[in-house]
């Protein structure tokens, strides 16, 4: 069984930044999942890809990019995604996603976290 257990989440204002880690309770979890990635969704609308690891590519939403940097350190089976110049649009609940086919920003049969809420003020 596969645990994906977010952390990070928290208030800021505007401009400001967090660092979100997602904890895979599966070893070598680089090897087992093709695809990795951050999605969010906000009150009253759907859940949407944020950035998505996959076959060697990154692609992030564009609402995001310049701002926002996946990275995953294998050692610890963790995947991070920092957050700059955070905006109160980017406020949403966090999700970290594993699974095996992914395409651009969407994923196929993932994983999911529970979640860490981020909150960002004007």
């Known amino acids: 069984q596969v645990q994906l257990v977010e952390s990070g989440g928290g208030s800021v204002q505007a401009g400001g930044s967090l660092r979100l880690s997602c904890a895979a309770s599966?070893?070598?979890?680089?090897?087992?999942?093709?695809?990795m990635g951050w999605f969010r969704q906000a009150p009253g609308k759907e859940r949407e890809g944020v950035v998505v690891?996959?076959?060697?590519?990154?692609y992030y939403a564009d609402s995001v990019k310049g701002r926002f940097t996946i990275s995953q350190d294998n050692a610890k089976n963790t995947l991070y995604l920092q957050m700059n110049s955070l905006k109160p649009e980017d406020t949403a609940m966090y999700y970290c996603?594993?699974?095996?086919?992914?395409?651009?920003?969407?994923?196929?049969?993932?994983?999911w976290g529970r979640g860490t809420q981020v909150t960002v003020s004007s």
């Open positions: 690891i996959g076959g060697g590519s990154t």
């Open positions: 599966r070893s070598r979890y680089t090897a087992s999942f093709y695809c």
């Open positions: 996603a594993a699974g095996p086919r992914c395409s651009g920003t969407s994923m196929s049969a993932p994983y």
